[in-house]
């Protein structure tokens, strides 16, 4: 059975840091691309970060470059996502997926956690 | 970044009508473009892929058409499991990938 469990989030005061992480079974972790993507309270969806296979490729949004990292490790089958310098428009719940894809099309996101969320406020 | 314009943004509808929701993108993208569900608390699921592909498990009466910058999701015989935001994603050119703005569907 395929699953997707994030854990991590939480209520952060703005500067402050938090780290998420997503466990991974059923879904062959370490040959997929693994994406982050978030919603804010009551509004759309907005893709985040992703990160290729081994872990050499990652790409973000702009809203988040410079203070948000991904990171995983096959040999536990685990997503990270190192989240600093939060803000209050970064409260959100944040899913991971899986992506399938190639080349500059890497974006089609068949497996999704159940989210967590994560509220920056003081 | 490709923008994605989704309409409406909610509709209403009765069990049994033919409900349809378009997508717009602001440059061509080909046929990348999926569907996703997401009801009420839930994680989004993906539904339709590459326009027109219906995801393994994902019933007949959900379809998807279009290509180029025009696109259109179909709910053929809607029922009261249905009731859910739809958003169209497009993964052409990225990153970044976009997202509609999300449809609204209820039940009248």
């Known amino acids: 059975e395929v699953q997707l469990v994030e854990s991590g989030g939480g209520l952060v005061q703005p500067g402050g840091s938090l780290r998420l992480s997503c466990a991974s079974s059923?879904?062959?972790?370490?040959?997929?691309?693994m994406s982050w993507v978030r919603q804010a309270p009551g509004k759309g969806l907005e893709w985040v970060v992703n990160?290729?296979?081994?872990?050499?490729?990652?790409n973000y949004a702009d809203s988040v470059k410079g203070r948000f990292t991904i990171s995983r490790d096959n040999a536990n089958d685990s997503l990270y996502l190192q989240m600093n310098s939060l803000r209050a428009e970064d409260t959100a719940v944040y899913y991971c997926?899986?992506?399938?894809?190639?080349?500059?099309?890497?974006?089609?996101?068949?497996?999704w956690g159940q989210g967590t969320l994560v509220t920056v406020s003081s | 970044d490709i923008q994605m314009t989704q309409s409406p943004s909610s509709l209403s509808a009765s069990v049994g009508d033919r409900v349809t929701i378009t997508c717009q993108a602001s440059?061509?993208?080909?046929?990348?473009l999926n569907w996703y569900q997401q009801k009420a608390g839930k994680a989004p699921k993906l539904l339709i892929f590459?326009?027109?592909k219906l995801e393994i498990g994902v019933p007949s009466r959900f379809s998807g058409s279009g290509s180029g910058t025009k696109f259109t999701f179909t709910i053929s015989n809607l029922q009261p499991e249905d009731i859910a935001t739809y958003y169209c994603?497009?993964?052409?050119?990225?990153?970044?990938?976009?997202f509609g703005g999300g449809t609204k569907v209820e039940i009248k």
């Open positions: 997926a899986r992506v399938l894809g190639y080349g500059s099309r890497i974006g089609l996101f068949d497996h």
């Open positions: 059923g879904i062959n972790f370490s040959r997929f691309w």
């Open positions: 990160i290729n296979e081994d872990g050499s490729e990652k």
């Open positions: 440059q061509d993208i080909s046929n990348d």
């Open positions: 590459d326009a027109s």
């Open positions: 994603q497009q993964f052409n050119n990225v990153p970044p990938v976009t």
